[in-house]
T-cell receptor
Framework: AQTVTQSQPEMSVQEAETVTLSCTYDTSENNYYLFWYKQPPSRQMILVIRQEAYKQQNATENRFSVNFQKAAKSFSLKISDSQLGDTAMYFCAFRRGFGNEKLTFGTGTRLTIIP | EAQVTQNPRYLITVTGKKLTVTCSQNMNHEYMSWYRQDPGLGLRQIYYSMNVEVTDKGDVPEGYKVSRKEKRNFPLILESPSPNQTSLYFC??????????????FGEGSRLTVL
């Protein structure tokens, strides 16, 4: 079974600074997808960024980028120029490349951006 | 607007009183799923459906039932709710086709309290 570990329950950073959220996972699969989801106080689950395991290039979406280390099974999220609207719970998630499209989630990191 | 709609958004009920949380999506997605979110545990899959009349258990199916009679609807049924089912529930859907990158579209969540 796959597991996803987020070792930082809470983090805080000053507005405009850069912050990195850690995520590690365990799997024997070779084909899979990794995701970061954001959950603001509204509780809505919002996809931030996704990474296909077969792609060596790290995914980027505006101020959000990942550091995907397949051999180390590490998938960290970097948020540059952090904004107050980035305050949220962030979940790392894993999905196998086939079959049940279940997402296996980590326990989340609560990020607070300080004005 | 493409969306996943859950109802009710909030519900307080008592032990043993059957309830149904409805879920509907307007994106013609084949795959639908239910998750529950609990503090310190992240999101865990309850049930999923890969197409009409095809459902299967996720990681925490005990105490829940589902049905998929129409493509757009995937209700979650609690036949005899118990306090340990107090949680935040999410319905999610995705295309489900081969090669799909597996992004799940989430509903806004249903906060259920069982007294």
């Amino acid at each position: 079974a796959q597991t996803v570990t987020q070792s930082q329950p809470e983090m805080s950073v000053q507005e405009a600074e850069t912050v990195t959220l850690s995520c590690t996972y365990d799997t024997s699969e070779n084909n899979y997808y990794l995701f970061w989801y954001k959950q603001p106080p509204s509780r809505q689950m919002i996809l931030v960024i996704r990474q296909e395991a077969y792609k060596q290039q790290n995914a980027t979406e505006n101020r959000f980028s990942v550091n995907f280390q397949k051999a180390a099974k590490s998938f960290s999220l970097k948020i540059s120029d952090s904004q107050l609207g980035d305050t949220a719970m962030y979940f790392c998630a894993f999905r196998r490349g086939f079959g049940n499209e279940k997402l296996t989630f980590g326990t989340g990191t609560r990020l607070t951006i300080i004005p | 607007e493409a969306q996943v709609t859950q109802n009710p958004r909030y519900l307080i009920t008592v032990t043993g009183k059957k309830l149904t949380v409805t879920c509907s999506q307007n994106m013609n997605h084949e795959y639908m799923s239910w998750y529950r979110q609990d503090p310190g545990l992240g999101l865990r899959q309850i049930y999923y459906s890969m197409n009409v009349e095809v459902t299967d258990k996720g990681d925490v199916p005990e105490g829940y039932k589902v049905s998929r009679k129409e493509k757009r609807n995937f209700p979650l049924i609690l036949e005899s709710p118990s306090p340990n089912q107090t949680s935040l529930y999410f319905c999610a859907s995705s295309l489900g086709t081969s090669g799909n990158t597996g992004e799940l579209f989430f509903g806004e969540g249903s906060r259920l309290t069982v007294l």
